[in-house]
């Protein structure tokens, strides 16, 4: 089965150019229904930095889920500062039905191993909820919709997975939570790496085969999704799609796309 990712210029009406990419992949009635409750997660690292999903895509998914009886923008504690103070960024979304989550504050967790620890994640990141993974567009082998999982561990101390492996780490963390149901790149910006330096691309990635998703934003950022070790795992686990040759990119053309990027960031490189 080709798995399917939409890729669309991300326009002034980001609620439209969201609606337009998720009709691309075939909608989400399963997923936006009055029975369901959707756990956002927003990939935030630093809430002092502007390198996350803007509040105009945040708004345009919350828009998205018109029938959920609660979303919850979730996000958990780092070294750099609580959860809920991470969320703040979306403070204008909030309201009875849109309610920020600390994933690192809810006693009611279960436990999986990841690696070789067992880690009490909050329960409402397990099915029937919905997990949406929000993260931005960027050109870093560890991917962004994958990588945003680490996320989900409560506590502050994250770094250490990265000497277990990461890439099983991720994997590990996919197939406990039961996977993502929907992965949204938000293209306002392009970041390089670690998130040092941004071009403005305006594009939105959409899908529902969250590695998929990482194939796609890697190969447009001049990647190889070969060389990524984490979609490799997560192909080799059967937990998505790796090969862009099975990848329908619908939408804006990929190699339109990916030689305007690439242009944007040679640009970037000779200015220093």
């Given at each position: 089965?080709?798995?399917?990712?939409?890729?669309?210029?991300?326009?002034?009406?980001?609620?439209?150019?969201?609606?337009?990419?998720?009709?691309?992949?075939?909608?989400?009635?399963?997923?936006?229904?009055s029975?369901?409750?959707?756990?956002?997660?927003?990939?935030?690292?630093?809430?002092?930095?502007?390198?996350?999903?803007?509040?105009?895509?945040?708004?345009?998914?919350?828009?998205?889920?018109?029938?959920?009886?609660?979303i919850?923008?979730?996000?958990?504690?780092?070294?750099?500062?609580?959860?809920s103070?991470?969320?703040?960024?979306?403070?204008?979304?909030?309201?009875?039905?849109?309610?920020?989550?600390?994933?690192s504050d809810?006693?009611?967790?279960?436990?999986?191993?990841?690696v070789?620890?067992?880690?009490?994640?909050s329960?409402?990141?397990?099915?029937p909820n919905?997990?949406?993974?929000v993260?931005?567009?960027?050109?870093?082998?560890?991917?962004s919709?994958?990588k945003n999982?680490l996320?989900?561990?409560?506590?502050?101390?994250?770094a250490?997975f990265h000497k277990?492996?990461?890439?099983?780490?991720?994997t590990?963390?996919?197939?406990?939570?039961?996977g993502?149901?929907?992965a949204v790149?938000?293209?306002?910006y392009?970041y390089m790496?670690?998130?040092?330096?941004?071009?403005?691309?305006?594009?939105?990635?959409?899908?529902?085969?969250?590695?998929?998703?990482?194939?796609?934003?890697?190969?447009?950022?001049?990647l190889?999704?070969?060389?990524?070790?984490?979609?490799?795992?997560?192909?080799?686990?059967?937990l998505?799609?790796?090969?862009?040759?099975?990848?329908?990119?619908?939408?804006?053309?990929l190699?339109?796309?990916?030689?305007?990027?690439i242009k944007?960031?040679?640009a970037?490189?000779?200015?220093?």
């Amino acid at each position: 089965m080709v798995s399917k990712v939409a890729l669309v210029e991300l326009k002034k009406d980001a609620c439209r150019s969201l609606e337009q990419a998720i009709e691309l992949i075939g909608g989400v009635d399963d997923l936006n229904t009055s029975k369901r409750t959707v756990v956002t997660k927003l990939g935030v690292f630093d809430h002092r930095h502007k390198n996350h999903a803007t509040v105009n895509v945040v708004s345009a998914i919350v828009d998205s889920f018109d029938r959920a009886p609660r979303i919850l923008l979730a996000e958990a504690d780092n070294y750099r500062g609580t959860g809920s103070e991470r969320l703040k960024i979306w403070k204008k979304l909030f309201n009875e039905r849109v309610v920020p989550f600390s994933l690192s504050d809810d006693a009611n967790t279960r436990e999986f191993k990841v690696v070789d620890e067992g880690i009490h994640f909050s329960s409402v990141l397990f099915k029937p909820n919905v997990l949406v993974s929000v993260h931005v567009l960027r050109g870093w082998e560890a991917g962004s919709a994958l990588k945003n999982l680490l996320g989900l561990i409560p506590d502050r101390k994250k770094a250490r997975f990265h000497k277990k492996g990461l890439a099983k780490v991720l994997t590990d963390i996919y197939e406990g939570v039961g996977g993502i149901d929907l992965a949204v790149l938000d293209g306002t910006y392009a970041y390089m790496g670690m998130m040092s330096n941004r071009i403005r691309t305006n594009l939105i990635l959409v899908g529902r085969d969250a590695t998929a998703v990482d194939a796609v934003g890697g190969t447009l950022m001049g990647l190889e999704p070969k060389k990524m070790p984490v979609v490799q795992e997560a192909v080799r686990r059967g937990l998505g799609e790796g090969d862009m040759k099975r990848i329908e990119v619908v939408g804006y053309p990929l190699e339109e796309a990916r030689a305007k990027v690439i242009k944007l960031l040679e640009a970037q490189r000779k200015k220093g």
